[in-house]
């Protein structure tokens, strides 16, 4: 089990940067890989991003390359999400998840075990 704490969201205006955090506590954090989805009202969850458990692979939505990097330390049990060139449709809460074993499924949500309260990112336009 692995509880996770997302921060770092607030207001920013489009073309800005925000870093988003994920405290990971309770469990193995080194043994899960870890992912980004975020979700509009009235919108699927989608995802963002995922970084591996070693941290050695990560893999972004094609609406984030470029512009998003997820990151991981595995000493601090933390997961980052630096955010750049941002967009009002990033505009979402964004939510953090741990998984095992998600092979080639790190896109689907179901696939995660383990979701923080999410973390509210505004961009206005």
């Known amino acids: 089990q692995v509880q996770l704490v997302e921060s770092g969201g607030g207001l920013v205006q489009a073309g800005g940067s925000l870093r988003l955090s994920c405290a990971a506590s309770?469990?193995?954090?080194?043994?899960?890989?870890m992912g980004w989805f975020r979700q509009a009202p009235g919108k699927e969850r989608e995802f963002v991003a995922v970084?591996?458990?070693?941290?050695?692979?990560?893999d972004y939505a094609d609406s984030a390359k470029g512009r998003f990097t997820i990151s991981r330390d595995n000493a601090k049990k933390m997961v980052y999400l630096q955010m750049n060139s941002l967009k009002p449709e990033d505009t979402a809460v964004y939510y953090c998840?741990?998984?095992?074993?998600?092979?080639?499924?790190?896109?689907?949500?179901?696939?995660?075990?383990?979701w923080g309260q999410g973390t509210q990112v505004t961009v206005s336009s």
């Open positions: 998840a741990a998984g095992r074993y998600l092979g080639t499924y790190y896109l689907r949500d179901r696939q995660y075990d383990h």
């Open positions: 309770g469990g193995a954090f080194n043994n899960y890989d």
């Open positions: 970084i591996s458990s070693s941290g050695g692979t990560s």
